[in-house]
């Protein structure tokens, strides 16, 4: 039921197991690659055969190699590649550095992609500071939405600067894509393999490092707003779809300015409670986002209506230990508002422990999941014992009114 789309691995997979990867096209390039400044690690390139059966390269840096010789590599979109021993081909250094694609390179590549996919309408790309936007929808639409992309950005790095937890500028142009039709949203959601994502509004692709939006200006029809004003009337009446679109590029920033890291082990009611403590959309800020840690009436509605009905005595242990609630779609929605809650309650009341935590977190290993007894010692050494926060947390909650 998350939005924020892994591919699923056992702990016992976790030595570098096939992932459910992505379609094709990716660039085999070393011009433009030998920048100083990206000295730090040697590119590679590699060739594999994808789970399909198709030879492909990717040129990027190893971020892992398994003792079996498997191999998780970035390539230069920052795109996410876990090869096994027996899909790798070769492994060649042509003795330049890896570089991340330009926001040209990048949006070209994106786009060469949905062709191959195909069925899409005319694409455009647009680019901004951070963003490389594929569409095939309005430009009043792809405008409105990289400046709030934009603006969300600069307001997540400002927050979490005055928290006292320092980010950083993302490393690569974010793409996102923007699509006119909910057909072909449901089709990209299929090639990507997770169908299950096209039933809301949007997600983020961790191993893509993409997010993907249905124009959310358009109804039953597919229609686009052809104005920005239109744009902003059809967004002002919509903003349950804001919300998504909001809630998945907060995933997107935040696995990109390090605050979390793609394939380590991110517990979901973390990455889940940031993306919400954000959600709230300022449309009517041209530079600020005012709404940043907003009480989130729905969530608060929900988290109460579970707590009188339905929640059980060890809720923040199963919170905490596993991702399981997220996982099932019956228990899903409670789960999400007890992150909320935890999240704008930690947030709230204990800054520093909770970036503590946040670092403690970002620093886990690549593709090493935690135990449940291991989520909840990362947490108690964090805040505490779990009886004390939880009776702390519902004071709290109560108090919001
Ligand atoms: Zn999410």
Same mark, same amino acid.
């Given at each position: 039921m998350s939005d924020l789309v892994f591919p699923q691995l056992t702990r016992r997979q976790a030595t570098l197991t096939l992932l459910a990867m992505l379609g094709p096209t990716q660039l085999c390039r070393s011009d433009d690659s030998n920048k100083p400044e990206a000295a730090a690690a040697p590119l590679h390139q590699i060739m594999l055969r994808d789970a399909s059966g198709t030879e492909r390269c990717v040129a990027g840096r190893i971020l892992l190699t398994a003792a079996d010789g498997g191999l998780l590599v970035e390539d230069r979109a920052g795109r996410l590649w876990s090869v096994t021993p027996e899909q790798l081909l070769s492994d060649d250094t042509p003795g330049d550095f890896f570089s991340p694609l330009s926001v040209e390179e990048l949006g070209r590549g994106?786009?060469?992609?949905?062709?191959?996919?195909?069925?899409?309408?005319?694409?455009?790309t647009t680019v901004s500071d951070h963003y490389v936007v594929?569409?095939?929808?309005? !430009?009043?639409? %792809?405008?409105?939405?990289?400046?709030?992309?934009? $603006?969300?950005?600069? +307001?997540?790095?400002a927050f979490w600067s005055q928290q006292g937890f320092e980010t950083h500028d993302p490393e690569f142009p974010l793409p996102v894509v923007?699509?006119? =039709?909910?057909?072909q949203f449901a089709k990209l959601a299929g090639h990507d393999r997770t169908p299950a994502s096209s039933q809301g509004q949007g997600y983020f692709l961790v191993t893509a490092n993409r997010t993907t939006l249905v124009d959310l200006t358009a109804g039953e029809a597919a229609s686009t707003a052809g104005t920005l004003g239109e744009v902003r009337r059809l967004v002002g009446r919509n903003s349950a779809s804001v919300t998504t679109v909001v809630h998945e590029a907060t995933h997107q920033i935040a696995f990109n300015c390090g605050m979390h890291r793609r394939y380590a082990d991110n517990p979901i009611w973390l990455t889940e409670g #940031?993306?919400?403590? *954000?959600?709230?959309?300022?449309?009517? =800020?041209?530079?600020?986002?005012?709404? #940043?840690? $907003? %009480?989130?009436r729905n969530r608060l509605n !929900?988290?109460?209506?579970?707590?009188? /009905? $339905?929640?059980?005595?060890?809720?923040?242990?199963?919170?905490?230990? =596993?991702? &399981?609630?997220? +996982? !099932? &779609?019956?228990?899903? #929605?409670?789960?999400?508002?007890? &992150?909320?809650?935890?999240?704008? *309650?930690? #947030? /709230?009341?204990?800054p520093r422990e909770f970036n503590a935590y946040l670092l403690k977190?970002? +620093?886990?290993?690549?593709?090493?999941?935690? !135990?449940?007894?291991?989520?909840? =010692?990362?947490? /108690?050494? &964090?805040?505490?014992d779990l009886p004390e926060t939880d009776r702390a947390m519902q004071q709290y909650l109560r108090r919001l009114g």
């Open positions: 994106w786009m060469d992609e949905l062709q191959a996919v195909g069925g899409f309408g005319t694409l455009t594929v569409s095939d929808t309005g !430009q009043p639409l %792809v405008d409105w939405t990289v400046a709030m992309l934009e $603006r969300l950005h600069d +307001a997540f790095r923007i699509l006119r =039709s909910r057909e #940031i993306a919400m403590y *954000f959600e709230t959309p300022d449309l009517n =800020s041209r530079r600020g986002w005012r709404t #940043i840690g $907003r %009480v989130n !929900q988290f109460r209506e579970f707590a009188t /009905k $339905r929640r059980q005595p060890d809720s923040l242990q199963t919170l905490l230990d =596993s991702n &399981a609630r997220f +996982a !099932q &779609a019956e228990t899903a #929605i409670d789960a999400y508002s007890e &992150a909320w809650a935890l999240t704008h *309650f930690l #947030i /709230k009341t204990k977190i970002a +620093a886990k290993p690549l593709l090493q999941w935690d !135990q449940p007894e291991q989520r909840l =010692s990362d947490f /108690k050494d &964090a805040f505490g």
